[in-house]
């Protein structure tokens, strides 16, 4: 059976829609935080984290829920990072992102 390319991307769209509709808030505070530890800044984190998804930044109030698991995860790390700080200057620039 042969397939068109329109089909093939459509496909392709679908599929990267049910991955990206898998990962819930707490799997999204875990890819941010893991991209964090790798050294980038707490905005770049969240922006690949998103991207790696294939999901556009959601609303503000899903926004806050992810970044609450972030919050709530970050405990058992040891670092001398502020995640509450960081968590509130992202915040007050997100109408900006």
Do not use: C, H
Request: charged share 30%; no cysteine.
């Amino acid at each position: 059976m042969r397939i068109t390319e329109r089909q093939l991307k459509r496909i392709l769209r679908e599929a990267i829609s049910y991955v990206a509709g898998a990962v819930d808030d707490e799997g999204m505070a875990n890819i941010i935080l893991n991209l964090w530890d790798e050294g980038l800044s707490f905005d770049e984190a969240i922006d690949r984290a998103f991207e790696g998804q294939g999901m556009p930044l959601p609303d503000i109030q899903k926004m806050k829920r992810i970044l609450s698991k972030v919050e709530q995860n970050w405990g058992p790390r040891v670092t001398e990072m502020n995640v509450g700080g960081a968590i509130d200057d992202y915040l007050a620039d997100y109408d900006m992102y």
